[in-house]
T-cell receptor, first 114, second 112 residues
Framework: DTAVSQTPKYLVTQMGNDKSIKCEQN?????MYWYKQDSKKFLKIMFS???????INETVPNRFSPKSPDKAHLNLHINSLELGDSAVYFC?????????????FGSGTRLTVV | GNSVTQMEGPVTLSEEAFLTINCTYT??????LFWYVQYPGEGLQLLLK?????DKGSNKGFEATYRKETTSFHLEKGSVQVSDSAVYFC???????????FGTGTSLTVIP
């Protein structure tokens, strides 16, 4: 069983569209994260949720809205997609806030905006 | 603030060569330190970690020692294989602020 699963793996869409990326973890972890990896492999945290509550909200456009229906799911909705949103988005989870034991990452969603 | 600096890539080595990827950090207090590996087309996987000074993390022939005096956590492997070709990320987690800080990643290519 995949520990942290994201769907879709690839997403190609036009500018201006609205899209969602889903993430689920079956590890029983309390905290989930969204990271954005740009073309130079730089990883930047976007959001962190602990038990459905938002705990980290970095400076990202408000077109990005995370939603956590329960502690095993953290979805990312993006409105009015722009070319600069093209990147790989990684979901991750950790047993506790801060992830001192390490994160478990999903395999990523490659978003291409055309 | 907290930050991680790792050596610029890309790094290209021949099979069985010795590998060092440098990583230094800036943090107050005592962060936990990690190396993650990203194989082509995949997500990041935890490679090894160390949670306190002088701890040595090791896995799959890779090692890194938490050096508080030099604020470093350099990754080493005695003999690399083609299958080690990947991007390697150094990272720290600081309990105050509860956030991971990743380095910029170092791409390693091992040629036969």
């Amino acid at each position: 069983d995949t520990a942290v699963s994201q769907t879709p793996k690839y997403l190609v869409t036009q500018m201006g569209n609205d899209k969602s990326i889903k993430c689920e973890q079956n590890l029983g972890h309390d905290t989930m994260y969204w990271y954005k990896q740009d073309s130079k492999k730089f990883l930047k945290i976007m959001f962190s949720y602990n038990n459905k509550e938002l705990i980290i909200n970095e400076t990202v456009p408000n077109r990005f809205s995370p939603k956590s229906p329960d502690k095993a799911h953290l979805n990312l909705h993006i409105n009015s997609l722009e070319l600069g949103d093209s990147a790989v988005y990684f979901c991750a989870s950790s047993r506790e806030t801060g992830g001192s034991g390490g994160y478990t990452f999903g395999s990523g969603t490659r978003l291409t905006v055309v | 603030g907290n930050s991680v600096t790792q050596m610029e890539g890309p790094v290209t080595l021949s099979e069985e060569a010795f590998l060092t990827i440098n990583c230094t950090y800036t943090a107050t207090g005592y962060p936990s330190l990690f190396w993650y590996v990203q194989y082509p087309g995949e997500g990041l996987q935890l490679l090894l970690k160390a949670t306190k000074a002088d701890d040595k993390g090791s896995n799959k022939g890779f090692e890194a020692t938490y050096r508080k005096e030099t604020t470093s956590f350099h990754l080493e492997k005695g003999s690399v294989q083609v299958s080690d070709s990947a991007v390697y990320f150094c990272a720290l987690i600081h309990r105050v602020g509860n956030q991971f800080y990743f380095g910029t990643g170092t791409s390693l290519t091992v040629i036969p």
